[in-house]
């Protein structure tokens, strides 16, 4: 079996061997971290940072999360409303004028949040470049027509939906999303967690491990651009997060305890359950799968979750006050909504 580092609460040793089998049979690399009442309860991680197996994954390993990203900017979203900076159910155009153009006077910030403001892709074609040039693709959303009623239709707002949160972060703060989370989340909290990650930090990337898919989206992104320079630099605040499962949990970890953790306090408790406000039920277009969306995160029950792109996840146990992620840098593609292994650990956890 292999070997594991960490520490973990004997209440949760199923968790430490969901990881060890996974690690023995589909992972190269990983971590688990889980939160109690905002405390560490697992946070254990093994195998190995490369492809090549000669590097093993360290306590401080990090690697890019996807779209687990999403779940720390719509996080930002919920921490300005509950401020009063921002309404979720104000028009973007009351903070970003120019997005009133083409018909969408009357989309809602909650239409973003909830993956139905008609904007799931770019109607001029992209390239992966252009993704870095914030000016530039946040120009074109505005001045894009919805391409269903605003509210109406669920579709997966795989990039464009960090550039919405995060243009309009930019016009209430004058700070950038990346930006905005390192002072006001990942910073007062202690995260490992970088939207845009520093080179100082670039030794510890463990590089993804593609699978062996398409590149889907307008512009295609291959998984390999996770490993590039460009993309760990840039700002795309629904996908080029990097961290562990340590970081990632203990943000999400916010959630499940009415908004304050460790001492430091990012949300009331009502600005917590926000969350929990249905937006979107039924069939998502994109993903071809059932779903239920609240604000910013997938919802069953009094629970909130997503996760990346090839495997990542984390969530969110609001009656159990537990947060649950589990991050890894070998891809498998099995479905539009990934494969086994971050449901094994959660399931884990709860047994």
């Not at 040039?133 to 464009?160: F, I, R």
């Not at 071809?288 to 990542?312: D, E, F, P, V």
Request: with cysteine; proline share 5%.
């Amino acid at each position: 079996m292999a070997h594991i580092e960490g520490t973990c609460d004997e209440r949760f040793e199923a968790v430490r061997d969901a990881l060890a089998a996974s690690l023995d049979t589909d992972d190269v690399g990983a971590s688990v971290a889980a939160y109690v009442d905002g405390e560490p309860v697992v946070d254990i991680w093994g195998g190995y940072a490369d492809a090549e197996r000669t590097h093993p994954w360290e306590r401080d390993t990090i690697t890019n999360v996807w779209s687990t990203t999403k779940t720390m900017t719509a996080l930002c979203a919920l921490i300005l409303a509950d401020r009063g900076d921002i309404d979720l159910d104000a028009p973007v155009a009351k903070y970003w004028p120019e997005f009133a153009a083409a018909g969408k006077e009357k989309l809602l910030l909650r239409h973003v949040l909830g993956h139905t403001a008609g904007l799931p892709t770019w109607n001029k074609p992209l390239t992966l470049d252009q993704l870095y040039d914030w000016p530039t693709v946040t120009a074109l959303l505005a001045e894009q027509a919805p391409s269903w009623e605003p509210g109406v239709v669920g579709a997966y707002h795989a990039v464009t939906q960090g550039y919405l949160i995060g243009e309009v972060v930019r016009r209430v703060t004058g700070r950038g999303l990346g930006r905005f989370f390192a002072e006001e989340v990942a910073g007062p909290l202690g995260a490992d967690f970088h939207i845009g990650l520093a080179a100082e930090h670039d030794h510890r990337v463990a590089p993804i491990i593609p699978a062996k898919t398409r590149a889907p989206g307008n512009p295609p992104i291959p998984p390999e651009t996770a490993n590039t320079e460009a993309w760990r630099r840039a700002d795309v605040p629904s996908a080029s997060g990097f961290g562990n499962a340590r970081s990632v949990a203990a943000v999400q970890s916010i959630l499940a305890s009415g908004g304050q953790v460790r001492g430091v306090r990012l949300l009331s408790a009502a600005g917590c359950e926000r969350v929990l406000e249905e937006q979107f039920v039924g069939e998502d277009q994109i993903l071809g799968a059932r779903i239920q969306y609240g604000m910013g995160y997938a919802l069953r029950g009094r629970t909130c979750s997503w996760g990346g792109w090839g495997g990542s996840i984390v969530l969110v146990d609001f009656d159990r006050h537990m947060t649950v992620s589990y991050v890894m840098n070998q891809m498998i593609e099995q479905g539009p909504l990934g494969d086994d292994r971050g449901l094994s650990v959660v399931m884990a956890a709860y047994s």
